[in-house]
């Protein structure tokens, strides 16, 4: 029961930070379009909305990533995979799966690691309004993880339908 509900809970939270993500999204285009208009008026708008949007673009899609994956709604070569049969596919999503977490970690410790000598440093990005420059390494390391674990949950996933399809009772091959 408590495997449930944690699996529910984790679901859920994917789902949320898609949503906001969607609604950063909205809030980029909404803000591109008030810059645009402002200028073409004649009006001043307002200096933080570019520094806004370069920063809003990489939490989206570190946001969105995640639930992407969990849906398999990623970048697939589905060319190779309708050349395989169903053992071999299965072998090849596996494996896959295992390798994308694996660069998504790889990706994210290499992520923690800059923004943390990015923070101790107390580097800023100086643009119309300064940044410190960790919040987007902690933004693509927390996304890259996400996704890592649900990449993992994708390869788990596989391999107890593989064992499930194998035992004698299941209807499957002994």
């Known amino acids: ?23 950063c999204l909205l809030l980029i285009v909404t803000v591109t379009i008030w810059d645009v208009a402002a200028r073409n008026a004649g ?15 990489p939490v989206c899609t570190m946001f969105a990533a ?24 299965r072998l090849l999503v596996f494996l896959t799966d295992i390798a994308a977490a694996g660069v998504s970690l790889l990706v994210a410790c ?7 000598d990015s923070w101790s440093r107390s ?9 410190p420059r960790w919040i987007l390494y902690a933004v693509l390391a927390t996304g890259l993880l996400l996704c890592a674990i649900e990449f993992i949950r994708h390869a788990v996933l596989a391999v107890r339908a593989l064992a499930f ?10």
């Open 1 to 23: 029961m408590q495997k449930i509900i944690l699996g529910s809970a984790w679901a859920g939270f994917i789902r949320v930070l898609f949503g906001c993500g969607a609604a």
């Open 110 to 116: 290499y992520a923690w690691i800059g923004g943390y």
């Open 66 to 89: 995640p639930y992407l994956v969990r849906q398999r709604a990623h970048v697939a070569m589905e060319l190779i995979d309708g050349a395989l049969n169903d053992s071999a596919k």
């Open 43 to 57: 009006f001043y708008a307002p200096i933080w909305l570019s520094t806004f949007v370069e920063f809003a673009l």
């Open 123 to 131: 580097e800023v990005v100086v643009l119309a309004i300064d940044v």
């Open 165 to 174: 399809a194998h035992r004698p009772d299941a209807g499957g091959r002994s």
